[in-house]
């Protein structure tokens, strides 16, 4: 599964394919749509198979969309 269709934001594909990365691991394919719907989820996986991403990605995103214009209230 490729990250434009998990639904990843433009900005977020762009410096993905930038950066090599086209296709969603495992963990990324089911991790990243459940946390971009507001859920919680235990993933485990192995190292280096994308479990950073797979939290940070959905996290910028949501980040982005809301475009805080604080750091905190």
């Not at 930038?18 to 190292?47: H, N, S, V, W, Y």
């Amino acid at each position: 599964m490729t990250f434009e269709e998990i639904g990843l934001n433009e900005q977020l594909l762009e410096g993905l394919s930038c950066m090599g990365f086209e296709q969603a691991t495992p963990i990324q394919e089911q991790a990243i749509p459940e946390i971009l719907k507001g859920r919680d989820i235990i993933g485990c996986a192995q190292t280096g198979t994308g479990k950073t991403a797979a939290f940070i990605l959905p996290t910028l995103q949501k980040i982005y969309e809301k475009q805080y214009k604080h750091t905190s209230t």
